[in-house]
């Protein structure tokens, strides 16, 4: 395994992280304990969590991914082993079966906190995340930025200054952001300067051969300021495996299970899915370890965060660590996308 420093903290993470969002609902306690047990033995030291998981949030299952990762810890005692990281949801209304009137304000944050640190059976947590703005920004595939008619958001300086008391009580070792602007994360920079509060040292987006939006502004971003990624949905929803092609839709998997999965399912993503299948196939390797190998080599990635419903599929992830794209790979994979430029943002 490979481990890449994150700038301005001591934390030396897997360049394979550990997503969990099926855990609670694709998938069992017992699997996420048997995925946790093969990742860390394959050197996996970044697990990444979110109070509102398992995916998709509903009442019934909400925060049952933290539990069982907290059940875990409980049960084989390697948190010492583990780079735990978590998130806040910002608000939106369908987030009232996690807090009434959800906000990144200092109610909501305390309490958010505590609860993960209750669930996740630690009393701290290592990396703590805001799940999105508590401003309106197009997300999970929105592509148009459109003015509030009234700004009622919580200022970026106030949301700034609970963080830094967490890190002051140690309860939170560094803090980051999801899903979050080039706007917002230079404006997180500026408050943490002026006030002397955290410096954020992560930001987690969707970033994929699909969508390679972050690389418009938010990799400035990173090369400038010392920010690192940790990109989410790198397979975008299991169709960069290529299972989807065809217009298969395999029993169980997410895309057959629930139809609000649509963001990956763009106009032109079949074609360009096609293409990238192809220049997988001709240099010998799987569509899902060249995506995942692609994400691996990009400048400002600090851990790749995969996902996984089967041991299988994990496996063949954390695999990808081991593959090195040659040049005239990245060249194939670059001409596709100027043809097909981000079909799913």
């Known amino acids: 395994m490979e481990y890449r420093e994150i700038p301005r903290s001591d934390l030396k993470v ?39 998981y398992p995916v998709p949030p509903v009442a019934e299952t909400c925060h049952e991914t933290e539990r069982i990762i907290g059940n875990w810890f409980a049960d084989r005692g390697k948190r010492d082993q583990v ?11 369908h987030m009232t079966h996690i807090r009434e009137g959800a906000r990144l304000d200092r109610p909501n944050i ?47 300086e106030e949301t700034l200054k609970v963080l830094g008391e967490l890190v002051d009580q140690g309860k939170v070792r560094y803090i980051g952001l999801s899903n979050e602007t080039p706007w ?11 006030l002397g509060l955290p410096r954020i040292v992560t930001i987690q987006n969707s970033y994929n051969l699909l969508n390679r939006t972050f690389d ?62 192809r220049i997988a196939y001709e240099a010998g390797m799987s569509l899902t370890q060249m995506s995942l190998a692609w994400i691996n080599q990009r400048h400002h990635v ?28 990245r060249k194939a994979i670059d001409t596709v996308h100027h043809r097909f430029p981000n079909p799913c943002p």
């Not at 996420?32 to 969590?49: C, K, P, R, S, T």
């Not at 230079?186 to 943490?192: E, G, I």
């Not at 938010?218 to 397979?235: A, G, N």
């Not at 495996?241 to 079949?270: C, I, Q």
């Open 184 to 194: 917002g994360a230079m404006k997180f920079l500026q408050a943490a300067e002026s």
């Open 302 to 329: 600090a851990s790749n965060l995969i996902g996984a419903t089967s041991m299988d599929q994990l496996k063949e992830n954390i695999a990808s660590v081991e593959v090195s794209l040659p040049g005239e790979v």
């Open 216 to 277: 418009a502004g938010l990799s400035e971003v990173c090369h400038y300021e010392d920010l690192r990624s940790l990109p989410y949905s790198p397979l975008a929803f299991g169709r960069l495996t290529g299972k989807y092609r065809g217009g298969v839709m395999p029993e169980g998997a997410r895309l057959t299970l629930w139809e609000r999965f649509a963001r990956y399912n763009g106009p032109h993503s079949d074609a360009a899915i096609e293409e990238y299948a």
């Open 83 to 93: 780079i735990l990281a978590t998130k806040v949801v910002g608000p939106g209304s």
């Open 14 to 52: 897997s360049l394979i992280g550990l997503g969990t969002m099926t855990w609670g609902e694709q998938n069992t306690e017992a699997e996420g304990h048997e995925q946790m047990d093969y990742a860390l033995e394959q050197g996996v030291n970044l697990f990444d969590v979110a109070e509102m």
């Open 110 to 156: 305390m309490a958010a906190v505590e609860g993960s640190l209750k669930r996740l059976q630690t009393d701290y947590i290592d990396l703590y995340q805001l799940h999105w703005p508590d401003r309106p920004v197009p997300l999970f595939g929105g592509r148009d930025y459109k003015p509030p008619k009234q700004d009622d958001s919580v200022p970026i």
